[in-house]
């Protein structure tokens, strides 16, 4: 338990985490349950719905698998790392193995390096140092990838580009990790695009181009100012106050610091423990609040929200 919290949040938190909502976790496990049976129940009733409808639906439902597989590897619904890799290692969303998505992810949990470009493996900062050397494309990218559009129109394409970049060195070394990894997620994904095509009114390309690619750019919107630079390493995670429905399809992450600062608390606590203490939580970010994700839209559809460049990395 982090030694901030004052006697009174501390015993709320235990109590929470102890109630029979807390142990059980039946709204994940639920989740998880709608989630398989929605995406199953969608292939196989898309020749009835069609093509296009079926892929419209499809796209929240990877939102929320998304959102969810990240609930899983942060140790929920169950205790064990190997079950709950098991519960989400489908490949709905295709292009991030399980695997690779958790191990960078516990990286990026490490506050202190929070934003820091080539420690933090979710920075989308570059350092004093790189920045000057970047190309003329490389920088335009990088600042249209600063405003609302930009993130939704380029973030999914340059994270991919990154992650093929990132990946293909690690196969070219020869890492076993690496290629069983890919070897095991790409076996799972082909059955998955046999079952897409045996059973459903979508094509291969069609589940890839118009649900996965664009389901992966509405889940990036979650991380489009989910930290800051900043000197305190609490200050660096957002509280966005969200409505329905990003609040939901992102599983409440949007409440970004109290995750951050309580990473094994349930997703359907977040809400609950932000507002008995909001006036606390927002002294703790330092001010670092966002009222919405129409707010970033408003403000930040053509201007920037900061700078790619790191300020002191």
């Not at 069609?50 to 619904?77: C, F, K, M, R, Y």
């Amino acid at each position: 338990m982090p030694n901030y919290l004052d006697d009174a949040q501390r015993d709320e938190v235990l109590r929470l985490q102890s109630s029979f909502l807390g142990r059980s976790e039946w709204p994940t496990w639920l989740l998880l349950v709608g989630v398989y049976a929605g995406w199953f129940g969608l292939m196989l009733a898309s020749p009835l719905l069609g093509a296009w409808p079926t892929t419209l639906l499809l796209i929240p439902l990877l939102v929320l698998w998304l959102s969810l597989q990240h609930e899983l590897l942060h140790g929920h619904p169950t205790r064990f790392p190997w079950l709950n890799k098991l519960l989400g290692y489908a490949p709905f969303a295709v292009w991030y193995p399980y695997t690779l998505y958790r191990d960078s992810h516990l990286l990026h949990h490490r506050d202190e390096d929070l934003t820091l470009p080539g420690i933090d493996p979710e920075s989308r900062y570059l350092s004093r140092r790189h920045w000057p050397r970047a190309g003329w494309l490389a920088r335009a990218l990088r600042w249209l990838d600063k405003t609302v559009p930009g993130r939704l129109l380029t973030g999914a394409p340059q994270a991919l580009v990154g992650l093929a970049r990132e990946e293909f060195i690690r196969l070219k070394k020869g890492e076993r990790q690496a290629w069983r990894m890919w070897l095991s997620h790409g076996a799972c994904t082909l059955l998955m695009f046999v079952f897409i095509s045996e059973y459903s009114a979508l094509s291969v390309s069609q589940y890839l181009f118009f649900a996965s690619v664009p389901a992966l750019s509405l889940a990036m919107l979650r991380s489009f100012y989910e930290h800051r630079p900043a000197t305190r390493p609490e200050q660096r995670s957002v509280l966005n106050e969200a409505g329905w429905p990003l609040s939901w399809l992102f599983l409440h992450l949007n409440l970004h610091l109290v995750h951050h600062d309580l990473p094994g608390l349930p997703w359907y606590f977040l809400p609950r423990v932000y507002r008995q203490r909001r006036e606390q939580w927002l002294a703790r970010s330092g001010g670092f609040l966002v009222r919405g994700y129409g707010e970033l839209l408003r403000q930040h559809a053509l201007r920037p929200i900061d700078s790619p460049e790191h300020p002191f990395a």
